[in-house]
């Protein structure tokens, strides 16, 4: 199960709550994180009809309370695995929110686009926080390697990239944690960047046995 505490808090449910003696937990909340847990997920698997099909379902979820909050939140959910796969988009879907989203939020999606400022850090997930206040690319990447979450992890990684701060310690990280988690998604990306520096760099068996590995990864999932 991929871990959302960090991103999503407000639709993170545990089993202490599902059994307390409180209200019951409703429907919407319980159904949305199975919903966003699958998305990122097939997502990050190479699935992109799933990927799809539960993106929409928890989004149709979280829009059903018309908490706009919630839903641009969904939406950074959706682009913080691009970034992680370093697929460098525009988050239109936040952005069509923007207005209605909490300043946490518009902190997070401008993380994720690589143009956080410093005010902007404090709002940012626990675990990103090191990792964009760090003084030097190389401390950075000792933040990012620090990160638990194999997810906000990689999405650290992918914004340090962005911003053209990767360190060869940095790629390895996060080659490493997409290959340990069995993420298709970005491990092709990342291994595809280690490639080209490999190639840049004139280390041609480097650069061979990268796609090599690349070349294994994309074989066709078994049916």
């Known amino acids: 199960m991929i871990n959302i505490k960090i991103l999503l808090p407000a639709l993170v449910m545990t089993a202490l709550a599902a059994c307390s003696s409180g209200p019951p937990v409703p429907d919407w909340k319980m159904n949305a994180q199975s919903s966003v847990e699958r998305f990122q997920a097939a997502y990050l698997s190479g699935n992109a009809l799933v990927e799809q099909t539960e993106f929409r379902r928890a989004r149709s979820q979280v829009a059903g309370t018309g908490k706009l909050e919630l839903v641009a939140r969904i939406e950074l959910l959706r682009c913080a695995a691009r970034v992680a796969s370093l697929a460098f988009e525009d988050c239109a879907g936040f952005e069509a929110l923007r207005a209605d989203a909490s300043a946490a939020e518009r902190a997070y999606a401008a ?105 294994i990864v994309e074989q066709p999932l078994a049916p």
């Open 111 to 215: 993380w994720l686009a690589g143009q956080a400022q410093p005010a902007d850090i404090a709002l940012l997930p626990e675990a990103q926080r090191a990792a964009a206040s760090a003084s030097s690319d190389a401390a950075a990447a000792g933040a990012v390697a620090a990160i638990k979450d194999p997810l906000s992890q990689l999405v650290a990684a992918g914004v340090l990239l962005r911003a053209s701060r990767a360190t060869p310690s940095l790629l390895d990280t996060a080659v490493a944690t997409a290959s340990d988690q069995g993420w298709r998604r970005p491990l092709l990306a990342w291994l595809g960047v280690q490639r080209l520096r490999a190639e840049q760099a004139g280390d041609t068996q480097a650069a061979q046995h990268i796609a090599r590995r690349m070349a």
